[in-house]
């Protein structure tokens, strides 16, 4: 299975925190914080849209 095929079968939820993820290790304001919420703009946004497709989208 090549990394484009993997990426196709992504449920919306590891792929929300997997964009999550990758932010917040690359971004200055969301490193040091120790919540997800606690980081910047951005990152909380993410968080938000993870944890929206986490819940099924109900919220």
């Known amino acids: 299975m090549t990394g484009a095929t993997a990426r196709q079968a992504e449920l919306p939820m ?9 932010h917040a290790r690359k971004c200055a304001g ?8 606690d980081g910047c703009e951005t990152g909380q946004e993410l968080w938000v849209a993870y944890r929206q497709a986490y819940d099924g989208g109900s919220r």
Do not use: G, I, S, T
């Not at 969301?30 to 919420?37: E, I, V």
């Open 14 to 22: 590891l792929r929300a925190y997997r964009l999550w993820f990758e």
């Open 30 to 37: 969301c490193k040091p914080a120790r919540r997800a919420m």
